[in-house]
């Protein structure tokens, strides 16, 4: 919803290139220029961009935006990922100019994608530590194709075609976010014709689609993957690394044991895919064709025997000694495939002799006890970035040493942390993609989760819209020039009632 009420200086382009400015197209900017040494990009703003409230679009915005942004007292999640920006000048009213602590790759991707442009003048005089709380996070405004119109919280949002945008009127006249209380009463409103657009629907409902010529789904790749993740550390004392999975033999044994093909195809039939490694198909820099472990249970079984993992007395688990071959795996109830998965996984694993107890949780507790590291495994999911920056904090050292950081299982690989590296700082894409590649082979050698699936957007549409591009990234990015057929508009008060949601 922000992004149809805020600009960025430009948007990335259909392929998700995010080294250099290749198909970039300008938003806020009508072009840009590179110095000669790539330490600063300056950007030469519409002169006919406006805010919703009329005035003028300028460079000073551009600059308390980065300001904005890079507070501590605001504490944007996207901070981090600006750190390159050294500092933010304005040449003339329309001219703003970034310079760079260094010359990377990604720094127009980092410019461009994470910072959405907001107005000065309506900000700069509000205590930065509660812009949460300001009268502007109730009724914003942009300079979007839409503008905002009213907020009824927990029920609905509504926006409205800005008329007079410098970048063409949105071709919907408004568009209305509704809040559904759980998934069947928003899949119940979207099958009913009630709703337009619903993402995502699962396969029982995609089955039904065909009897119902008023709905299409629109499939295509996705940014977000799901993986069994190891914990590496004791859970007790994170100082000593876990007594099942510190050993990365083990690790590698029960991922081969796994035969997530099966699996997928069990759950979703043709409406995913089995992982590549801690990224997607949809991700430029991914390869697809890197060897993961292979699904192979004699293989597994005497990499388990040569580690001293013996049934000794025939209940069918293992044991080494004294320990036994078993661990808890969490699962978020409110994620049917990964529970229906989780049965799965734990019949398969016990084949081999490794039993594994399924532990459901709400998905806010499952959450806390990732975060705070109070698991053997854990069934998890990432929704990457179009950039591949956030590996780091996921996979990388520095998000397992980190207090805030999302590695739960605390994987840690000088060697993948330098391959990453390489990657992000290389300064063309082949370069990028091979350094990539090393590290997908590292991690998957490695073995700290077992990657399991990559879901298809299935995004539910009523037939009476036509779209225009519809990014992976975000199916929302071009929703200012959807349109509906003219014959089947309807009237205002068939939409979202006063009262309630729809």
Do not use: C
Request: proline residues 5%; neutral net charge; glycine residues 6%.
């Amino acid at each position: 919803m922000a992004e149809q009420i805020f600009d960025r200086l430009a948007e990335i382009g259909e392929d998700l290139n995010t080294v250099g400015d290749d198909g970039y197209t300008g938003a806020l900017a009508r072009n840009w220029t590179w110095s000669s040494d790539s330490l600063s990009i300056a950007f030469h703003l519409r002169e006919d961009a406006r805010w919703h409230d009329g005035r003028p679009v300028s460079a000073h915005d551009v600059r308390f935006t980065w300001e904005l942004y890079t507070s501590p007292d605001v504490a944007s999640p996207a901070a981090p990922l600006l750190r390159n920006i050294d500092s933010v000048t304005v040449a003339d009213s329309l001219t703003v100019v970034f310079w760079y602590a260094s010359r990377t790759p990604a720094q127009f991707f980092e410019t461009t994608y994470f910072l959405l442009i907001v107005p000065r003048h309506l900000l700069e005089g509000l205590p930065r530590a509660r812009l949460r709380e300001s009268g502007f996070a109730r009724q914003p405004i942009g300079s979007g194709r839409f503008r905002f119109a009213s907020w009824n919280p927990t029920v609905s949002l509504e926006l409205v075609s800005d008329t007079g945008n410098y970048r063409g009127r949105a071709l919907l006249d408004r568009v209305i976010w509704v809040v559904a209380p759980d998934f069947n009463t928003a899949v119940t409103r979207f099958m009913s014709g009630e709703a337009d657009v619903f993402e995502m629907l699962r396969p029982e409902q995609i089955e039904e689609i065909p009897g119902r010529p008023s709905l299409r789904v629109h499939l295509m790749p996705s940014l977000e993957y799901h993986f069994v993740q190891f914990n590496l550390r004791d859970v007790r004392d994170a100082s000593r690394p876990h007594a099942l999975f510190g050993e990365r033999d083990l690790r590698r044994a029960l991922s081969m044991a796994v035969d997530r093909q099966s699996m997928v195809r069990n759950v979703f039939d043709t409406l995913a895919v089995v992982g590549v490694g801690p990224a997607t198909r949809a991700l430029k820099l991914a390869d697809t064709t890197v060897a993961l472990l292979p699904f192979d249970t004699a293989q597994a079984q005497a990499l388990l025997d040569s580690l001293g993992w013996r049934d000794t007395d025939g209940d069918g688990v293992r044991e080494r000694g004294s320990r036994r071959l078993e661990f808890t795996l969490l699962v978020p109830g409110s994620s049917r495939s990964r529970v229906r998965m989780g049965v799965l996984l734990q019949e398969q694993l016990r084949r081999v002799g490794a039993r594994v107890q399924l532990e459901q949780l709400e998905y806010a507790a499952f959450v806390d006890r990732g975060r705070r590291r109070r698991f053997d495994a854990m069934f998890g999911a990432w929704r990457i970035d179009v950039g591949p920056h956030g590996i780091r904090q996921t996979w990388g050292s520095s998000g397992s040493r980190s207090p805030n950081g999302l590695n739960y299982g605390s994987y840690e690989s000088a060697v993948f942390d330098t391959q990453v590296d390489s990657a992000l700082a290389a300064h063309d894409a082949i370069a990028a993609r091979a350094y990539f590649r090393r590290a997908q082979e590292t991690i998957v050698a490695d073995a700290p989760a077992i990657w399991m699936f990559e879901p298809r957007v299935t995004l539910g549409l009523h037939s009476r819209l036509r779209t225009a591009r519809i990014r992976p990234d975000a199916w929302w990015a071009g929703l200012a020039d959807w349109s509906v057929a003219p014959d089947q508009r309807l009237p205002r008060d068939e939409l979202v009632p006063e009262s309630a949601s729809r």
